[in-house]
């Protein structure tokens, strides 16, 4: 079974740039989560999806910032116009509804290193 | 105050050695609760969940002290494969709910030595 896969795996950019990140989770996993890590920083959330509707967005830093799952498979998540303070890596994460054991377990995709100059 | 604090170590343990992390948590709603592991520039992966009365997974033993709200793990006979930074979660909702929100603490380093 393949994982929660993300894109890019990199970027650079300069300030005032947007970039536009995409995660696939897991095939049947109707949650997706975005978070990010900065540098120095602990893991934080910044959104939740429920099949293509927003069940939490508190964490968003910011309206630079906007996540969309058309559909309810893939989702983006755009920063426009991009900030210093937003270089950090941002994962993506997928999990079940409810179900069995363990399958609210968040499988985390590998990240997208963003660095804004 | 964060909502999760972890020891951020290093700590450095020689093959063989056992190691305990511990970690607290600020909201007494919390309700589920998870270590996971993340190696170098990878991402974080599920080690192994937390419950109530405690439990154990091979060489890993998790506990949950709800009274003071505090996690900790334990490994023993370390092996060079368990150098990695290990981060203590946690879950405002039960096991399934749709508060799916994650509390991260910032992760404590482990280097395990020949």
């Known amino acids: 079974e393949a994982g929660v896969t993300q894109f890019p795996s990199h970027s650079v950019i300069e300030k005032g740039q947007t970039v536009t990140l995409r995660c696939d989770p897991i095939?049947?996993?109707?949650?997706l989560y975005w978070y990010r890590r900065v540098m120095g920083k602990e893991i934080k959330f910044l959104l939740h999806?429920?099949?293509?509707?927003?069940?939490?967005e508190s964490g968003m830093p910011n309206n630079r910032f906007l996540a969309e799952r058309t559909g309810g498979t893939y989702s983006t998540l755009k920063v426009q116009p991009a900030e210093l303070e937003d270089s950090g890596v941002y994962f993506c994460?997928?999990?079940?509804?409810?179900?069995?054991?363990?399958?609210?377990?968040?499988?985390f995709g590998p990240g997208t290193r963003l660095t804004v100059l | 105050r964060k909502e999760v604090e972890q020891d951020p170590g290093p700590f450095n343990v020689p093959e063989g050695a056992t190691v305990a992390f511990n970690c607290t948590y600020s909201?007494?709603?919390?309700?589920?609760f998870f270590w996971y592991r993340q190696d170098c520039r990878k991402e974080p992966k599920l080690l192994m969940s937390?419950?109530?009365s405690g439990n154990e997974d091979g060489r890993f033993t998790a506990q949950l002290n709800r009274a003071s709200q505090y996690i900790s793990l334990l490994i023993r006979d370390s092996k060079l494969s368990d150098s990695a930074t290990y981060l203590c979660?946690?879950?405002?909702?039960?096991?399934?709910?749709?508060?799916?929100?994650?509390?991260f603490g910032r992760g404590t380093q482990l280097t395990v030595w020949p």
């Open positions: 979660v946690v879950n405002m909702g039960p096991r399934g709910s749709t508060l799916g929100r994650l509390y």
């Open positions: 999806f429920v099949k293509e509707s927003k069940q939490d």
């Open positions: 095939s049947g996993h109707d949650n």
């Open positions: 994460a997928s999990s079940q509804v409810g179900g069995r054991a363990g399958a609210d377990t968040q499988y």
């Open positions: 909201n007494s709603a919390s309700q589920s």
């Open positions: 937390v419950y109530s």
